[in-house]
């Protein structure tokens, strides 16, 4: 491990026991947690091998 960047996003509870996620706000939180991982390591992302996301 390199490096490690963590950001939340909101989650929208539409019913009692379900869940959503705006799939925009998924993509431009992972992006700038990328950026910000790729920042702290001093890497470009050709050398990423691998990423996890949780």
Same mark, same amino acid.
Not at 7 to 14: G, S
Not at 36 to 42: E, G, S, T
């Given at each position: 491990?390199? %490096? /490690?960047a963590q *950001?939340?996003? !909101?989650?929208?509870?539409?019913k ?6 705006d !799939?925009? /706000?998924?993509? *431009?939180?992972?992006?700038s947690?990328?950026k910000? %991982? ?5 890497l470009?992302?050709?050398? /990423? %091998?691998?990423?996890?996301?949780t």
């Open positions: 491990v390199k %490096a /490690v *950001k939340e996003f !909101p989650q929208i509870f539409p009692p026991g379900w869940v959503e996620h !799939p925009e /706000v998924i993509w *431009k939180t992972q992006l947690t990328a910000a %991982a790729l920042k702290k390591a001093r470009t992302a050709d050398k /990423v %091998a691998a990423i996890g996301i």
